[in-house]
């Protein structure tokens, strides 16, 4: 499916916006270069949702990924544009990197971003911090970021192609000085309801930068819907919702749900390439003849890493059975650590597994394997394909995608995936063992009980979920906000609606 779906995008592209360049601005890159302490520079491909589903789409598309240069090494193998083609062995995609001072980026990623937006769109009770230095170095990286776009676009049509919360003023920026390009946002998180948005103290500007595209996406519906009473009731617009649209200054600029996904084929491919042995020699070792639960995300709060520790802890009690046959493997990524929330929640979750390995731990046997450290991810997939269960147990998230890679890397294969219903990928994957997290006993029964099923079963639900994923991969995902683009393009050229 992935290769049709692959050249449907490519024809797409070809056939409707072959004269413009395609853009993709966010914040993370997908490549890093690193100096280690011999001076030697590695190039890195961190793990990241954004990344697995925006990759093949600027590849497809021989685009230009505008990023933030946050590696040691960034800007010492770039040319004189700040730029270097990749992949390296056979270049389809060229990365433009943004350099930031230090002050700027802690103040608009650390600060504003993660401090006060993240907390902002997720409820999962932790208070946003607003402070106005941070809002001023949001507004300087936005502009830093546009700069960068306007070089690399020079006088040419262009598709702007914009990722998340960390550039909701760009789009005006760009539309300020070429209203002529068609711009498109991806909203990677939840987008919260008008009474949280107002409590931002910059809504209004937020707001009208994002107002500057053409059209928004999010993962859900439901998103959509919040966005645009947001705009009804923070920002002087007209909001019409018969064609799920917000028009200000004579410019309208749709809202739309793109279920985000990943290429299901391919990481179905890349779990059978390595064998788990040679992905992961010593764990392998481990937890030779256990039943292996696995827990895979970056050190975030949203993602209920504490509550998936209570649920194992819980099985344990259940299921007296399975204590020195199971092992639970949680990778912890590391991540914005300077963020004391951050720095807290790392100091929790070591102290729950030592708290739970206290407790059951006999003989060579540790309940749980706990890894705080970056993990590529094509090294994850033949974990994933290893795993017996998948634990996702996030609080609120826009979509998830650990959800969809551990169904491509079992492709059918028998296994157990306990999803959170505050996923976007609840609402497609609802042969999974949907559960809230915060019943942490009532998610254990349901784990428990999952795991008894007899394997023809829970491959028969793995096959559902492959079937549906791969029938919707990140390729399609591509192709339908693509799709979107060409009939808002179609309108604006002919004048469909008024005010265009």
Request: overall charge negative.
């Amino acid at each position: 499916m992935s290769r049709e779906s692959k050249e449907r995008l490519r024809a797409l592209v070809t056939e409707r916006f072959s004269d413009r360049k395609l853009v993709v601005v966010a914040n993370r890159e997908p490549l890093v270069h690193e100096r280690d302490a011999s001076g030697k520079i590695h190039a890195l491909h961190p793990a990241s949702g954004m990344s697995t589903a925006l990759v093949p789409i600027a590849e497809a598309c021989h685009g230009t990924w505008v990023a933030h240069g946050s590696g040691s090494a960034d800007f010492d193998v770039v040319d004189e544009r700040s730029g270097i083609a990749w992949p390296e062995a056979r270049p389809t995609t060229r990365l433009r990197r943004v350099r930031l001072s230090k002050e700027v980026e802690a103040g608009y990623y650390n600060g504003l971003s993660n401090e006060g937006l993240w907390p902002l769109c997720h409820i999962a009770y932790t208070a946003p911090m607003f402070r106005h230095g941070n809002w001023e170095h949001y507004c300087v990286a936005n502009r830093a970021f546009a700069d960068a776009v306007l070089d690399e676009i020079g006088f040419e049509p262009a598709i702007v192609f914009i990722q998340d919360f960390h550039l909701a003023l760009l789009p005006r920026l760009l539309r300020q000085a070429r209203p002529d390009i068609l711009l498109a946002h991806f909203w990677h998180i939840p987008w919260p309801n008008s009474d949280v948005m107002k409590r931002f103290p910059w809504a209004e500007e937020f707001l009208g930068g994002m107002l500057g595209n053409d059209l928004v996406g999010f993962h859900v519906q439901h998103h959509c819907d919040n966005f645009l009473e947001s705009v009804d009731r923070g920002i002087e617009a007209l909001v019409d919702l018969e064609h799920r649209r917000a028009i200000r200054d004579g410019h309208s600029t749709f809202a739309r749900p793109f279920p985000i996904s990943i290429d299901v084929s391919g990481y179905a491919a890349l779990a059978r390439a390595m064998s788990f042995e040679d992905a992961y020699l010593e764990l392998a070792a481990q937890t030779k003849g256990q039943v292996l639960l696995l827990g895979v995300d970056r050190l975030d709060y949203t993602k209920g890493i504490p509550h998936r520790i209570r649920i194992f802890e819980s099985l344990l009690d259940k299921r007296p059975d399975l204590r020195g046959r199971a092992t639970f493997v949680q990778i912890g990524a590391p991540t914005r650590s300077a963020i004391t929330r951050y720095a807290s929640l790392a100091r929790e979750v070591q102290q729950l597994v030592d708290e739970v390995n206290r407790r059951f731990a006999k003989d060579d046997w540790i309940p749980i394997r706990y890894i705080a450290e970056h993990n590529d991810r094509d090294r994850l997939a033949p974990l994933y394909r290893r795993a017996d269960a998948c634990l996702v147990t996030s609080l609120h998230d826009g979509m998830n995608l650990v959800a969809k890679e551990y169904v491509a890397a079992h492709a059918g294969e028998p296994g157990t995936l306990l999803l959170s219903k505050f996923t976007g990928a609840s609402r497609e994957l609802l042969e999974a063992c949907l559960v809230n997290p915060y019943d942490v006993e009532t998610s254990a029964e349901m784990l428990a009980q999952t795991l008894e099923l007899e394997a023809p079963l829970r491959a028969e639900a793995m096959t559902r979920l492959y079937d549906r994923i791969q029938a919707q991969d990140v390729y399609d995902w591509g192709y339908r906000i693509m799709r979107s683009l060409d009939d808002i393009a179609r309108r604006k050229d002919a004048a469909f609606f008024p005010g265009n």
